[in-house]
């Protein structure tokens, strides 16, 4: 049974993989479940075992991505710290650095941020995914109200504004970056970038 568990896992995964491609190539609107059912070398019985239709992919393609992101994000909340911007740094810098070793998470993202129009059947996606994001937001901010706490940030600013400000600023370095991986060292790059930008928010001398 366990074996069985772990083949429909790995074929659901496989699936997911195949749908990146085929809805980058083709758009998710003209893609087609026979497209990524041949694309994942599966029956198109196999997509329709894990999958109603081609929505359901795309947003377990999203929630692939966001889970273990907000998770990871979750972690260093887990215990109190003294350096929260510095633990946030680190981070951000760490999230960049893994990026550039995961071929699979930059089309992932590739997908989502450059190669997506949320119109017509995705509309009702985006609101999802709306929503997922303002978890993520909610999740950075709780780094920002420990930092104003500790004094290490202006109290002037609220914690949803430092949040949106960063939000900015990695979103860009990400559109940067996957638009011409090739032409941007994301690795050297990553840690001067976030030493700026975090360098740059800090009211102490910490």
């Given at each position: 049974?366990?074996?069985?568990?772990e083949?429909?896992?790995l074929t659901?995964?496989?699936?997911?993989?195949?749908?990146?491609?085929v809805?980058?190539?083709?758009?998710?609107a003209?893609?087609?479940?026979?497209?990524?059912a041949?694309?994942?070398?599966?029956?198109?019985g196999a997509?329709?075992?894990?999958?109603?239709?081609?929505?359901?992919?795309?947003?377990?393609?999203?929630?692939?991505?966001h889970?273990?992101f907000?998770?990871?994000?979750?972690?260093?909340?887990?215990?109190?710290h003294?350096?929260?911007?510095?633990?946030?740094?680190?981070?951000?810098?760490?999230?960049?650095?893994?990026?550039?070793?995961?071929?699979?998470?930059?089309?992932?993202?590739?997908?989502?941020?450059?190669?997506?129009?949320?119109?017509?059947?995705?509309?009702?996606?985006q609101?999802?995914?709306?929503?997922?994001k303002?978890?993520?937001?909610?999740?950075?901010?709780?780094?920002?109200?420990?930092a104003?706490?500790?004094?290490?940030?202006?109290?002037?600013?609220?914690?949803?504004?430092?949040?949106?400000?960063?939000?900015?600023f990695?979103?860009?370095?990400?559109s940067?970056?996957?638009?011409?991986?090739?032409?941007?060292?994301?690795?050297?790059k990553?840690?001067?970038?976030?030493?700026?930008?975090?360098?740059?928010?800090?009211?102490?001398?910490v």
């Amino acid at each position: 049974m366990r074996r069985t568990k772990e083949d429909a896992e790995l074929t659901k995964q496989t699936i997911l993989k195949a749908a990146v491609d085929v809805f980058t190539e083709r758009g998710v609107a003209k893609a087609s479940l026979e497209e990524i059912a041949r694309k994942a070398d599966v029956t198109r019985g196999a997509v329709y075992w894990h999958f109603k239709n081609k929505m359901e992919i795309f947003d377990a393609l999203h929630e692939n991505l966001h889970t273990p992101f907000i998770e990871r994000i979750m972690e260093g909340l887990e215990a109190e710290h003294p350096n929260p911007v510095g633990q946030l740094q680190e981070l951000c810098t760490n999230i960049f650095l893994d990026l550039d070793q995961d071929e699979q998470l930059r089309k992932t993202l590739t997908l989502f941020m450059l190669k997506c129009d949320y119109s017509g059947d995705l509309k009702c996606s985006q609101e999802k995914h709306t929503t997922a994001k303002y978890d993520k937001i909610q999740a950075f901010s709780a780094y920002y109200k420990r930092a104003i706490k500790l004094g290490q940030l202006s109290a002037d600013i609220t914690p949803e504004d430092y949040t949106l400000a960063m939000n900015c600023f990695m979103r860009g370095i990400l559109s940067e970056y996957l638009e011409a991986p090739e032409a941007f060292d994301i690795t050297t790059k990553a840690p001067i970038l976030m030493k700026i930008y975090f360098g740059g928010l800090r009211t102490d001398n910490v």
